[in-house]
């Protein structure tokens, strides 16, 4: 009976403590449940500030295709997660990947996604760093100075309101690249702050960018031993920091190479940056490296191969739709077939040289829409960002959002201001280029009729002909460059297509189609490109400058003023009157800074 008792005690205490152990068990089931979601929140979390990092030491080292898919990939996660700021991070990288690797359109289109997230996150450094992407679409895809200065002054003040010091510093370098004046003083002080900062503060990146700067400054100033001293500076950073565009470091080692007589190693260093340009796929730098290559061929003596150069980095331009490099291929090739004597087909690369060089000064009206329109954007954006600023100021007391409505409107007053003394610097670069473009045109002009006349003249010595061996469609277009180059029958206000086709013998569709095919516009925008580009030779003439701009449309064949107007402000930048009014001032300058000296 005891021994009964003790077993049923048993197993009711075997049983209290299984009760016991459940309950336990239960207990930390729930504590686990909760804890879980949140451990998988902070991994999560930390996963996507990872992403974050790697993608800005891809962007620093030049990663392009590492950086697109890294971009994608925080793009998704900060999505899952609801974080506007990350979304406006990984579109930033996103976009800029884009514009590296030859995707311009959905570069542009990213960037602009960018921009709206860091709107709506309120992040002026990510708004920064897209204009600043924008800058570098403008200056070196789109051809469009203007545009790039606006976006890196714009991405400049957002990155200062950020308090963000390196991206400053970049910004500034790439205004440094765009002035096109690196070997001044002040260039080289920029230069050596962009270093100097990137030293002090164990940032790589600057280090290497401001390295690279002070080498360039230093060979445009022909001091070759100081430029080949941050040559070796940049590399020192390189072993250390890998960039996937070293290409550009040796591209310009070569050419400090080659100015200094040393043409065997200036050829062993350009070869290196074909070679490691094409081994890293930078689209962009092939380009820079086949022509070096090129140049230093030709001062070799060895013309061939500098032809054979030549034409790949002609084609490799051409893949990266870069229209600069275009030109001083043709020339390149028109100079070594000159020398060779070939004079048929010098004229030819010549003409494609001339060519392209209106192209790149000439009109787009289409990119010129689109460009417009990003801009707009950007504009709306900042707009709506202030009415969202004043409606917040709005809900709090009355005298308060006073208060906040005169802070706005003294800050807008102040940037007019700064806006104002910006234009004028603005309206100086863009009258400058002009005439540097005009200088540029001009000299291929009298290359080609040098080359023209020498060619006929051997023509009729030997009675020869020269064969053609272009199709019907290019014949037309050539015939059509020489109206309006020779002829200049773009004076006359009644030209029209109709008129055109009967001078060159063939219809108005046929026409309209070689013209769209070879230039991209249509036949009347064709026309008034020459209209336009008339005009800004007259008004860069001191000569001319009696002669009143009513009188100019009439003279370059516009038969409204209105339409003149127009045309002028959008393909140029600014107004005749503020272009013929810079241009004075600028001349003026120069005759004074001649006489002082």
């Not at 100033?221 to 430029?227: I, M, T």
């Not at 600069?324 to 100079?335: H, I, K, N, P, R």
């Not at 015939?479 to 180059?485: H, I, P």
């Not at 490109?529 to 800004?536: L, N």
Request: proline share 2%; glycine share 4%; with cysteine.
């Amino acid at each position: 009976m005891t021994n009964r008792r003790m077993t049923i005690k048993t197993t009711k205490n075997k049983l209290l403590l299984l009760h016991a152990l459940r309950h336990v068990a239960l207990a930390a089931l729930a504590v686990l449940a909760c804890l879980l979601p949140a451990q998988a929140g902070a991994q999560q979390h930390e996963s996507a500030q990872q992403l974050l990092h790697q993608c800005e030491v891809a962007r620093d080292k030049s990663h392009h295709q590492q950086l697109s898919q890294l971009a994608g990939r925080l793009l998704a996660v900060a999505r899952q997660q609801h974080d506007a700021r990350l979304v406006a991070y990984a579109l930033m990288y996103k976009g800029s990947a884009l514009l590296f690797t030859g995707n311009d359109d959905k570069a542009v289109a990213t960037l602009q996604q960018a921009l709206k997230a860091a709107g709506d996150a309120g992040n002026d450094s990510v708004k920064a760093a897209v204009m600043n992407n924008l800058g570098i679409y403008y200056a070196s895809m789109a051809g469009n100075p203007f545009y790039a200065q606006q976006s890196f002054l714009k991405g400049k003040r957002l990155a200062m309101a950020a308090g963000d010091s390196s991206l400053q510093l970049r910004i500034a370098g790439n205004l440094l690249v765009l002035t096109k004046t690196p070997g001044d003083n002040e260039s080289i002080a920029q230069a050596r702050a962009i270093w100097s900062y990137g030293k002090a503060h164990r940032i790589a990146e600057l280090a290497y960018m401001g390295a690279f700067y002070m080498a360039q400054c230093q060979h445009h100033a022909s001091r070759y031993r100081e430029a080949l001293k941050w040559v070796q500076e940049c590399l020192d950073i390189y072993r250390h920091y890998h960039y996937n565009d070293i290409a550009y470091v040796h591209v310009l080692h070569s050419q400090i190479l080659l100015d200094m007589g040393k043409t065997a190693q200036a050829a062993a260093m350009a070869q290196t940056a074909v070679e490691v340009a094409t081994r890293l796929h930078q689209l962009r730098i092939v380009p820079d490296a086949l022509l070096q290559l090129a140049h230093v061929e030709r001062k070799r003596g060895n013309l061939e191969a500098s032809t054979g150069l030549a034409r790949k980095a002609l084609d490799a331009a051409r893949r990266a739709r870069t229209n600069t490099m275009l030109v001083d291929a043709q020339e390149l090739l028109a100079s070594n077939y000159i020398d060779l004597r070939q004079p048929d087909s010098a004229y030819a690369h010549l003409m494609s040289a001339f060519k392209a060089m209106q192209s790149v000064q000439s009109f787009d009206f289409k990119q010129l829409e689109h460009e417009q329109s990003i801009m707009q954007n950007i504009e709306a954006m900042e707009h709506q960002a202030q009415l969202h600023a004043l409606e917040s100021a709005s809900q709090r007391r009355v005298a308060w959002a006073l208060a906040a409505v005169v802070a706005v409107l003294v800050a807008l007053l102040a940037t007019t201001i700064v806006a104002a003394r910006r234009r004028s610097k603005l309206y100086r670069g863009i009258v400058a280029q002009n005439v540097k473009a005009l200088a540029r045109q001009q000299e291929l002009q009298e290359r080609l009729t040098s080359l023209a006349a020498s060619s006929a003249s051997d023509s009729a010595s030997s009675a020869k002909t020269v064969k053609i061996d272009e199709k019907r469609g290019q014949e037309i277009y050539d015939r059509l460059c020489q109206l309006m180059e020779q002829d200049r029958v773009f004076t006359n206000p009644q030209l029209g297509r109709e008129a055109l086709a009967e001078m060159l013998g063939t219809n108005r569709t046929y026409l309209s189609a070689i013209v769209k095919e070879k230039s991209g516009m249509n036949v009347l925008q064709y026309i008034n490109s020459y209209r336009i580009g008339e005009a800004v030779k007259i008004l860069s003439d001191k000569a001319m400058v009696s002669l009143p701009l009513k009188r100019i449309y009439s003279e370059v064949g516009f038969a409204s003023p209105t339409t003149f107007y127009k045309l002028f402000q959008q393909q140029v930048g600014i107004t005749p009157h503020t272009y013929r009014k810079q241009f004075l001032e600028m001349d003026h300058d120069s005759s004074h800074d001649h006489n002082s000296a």
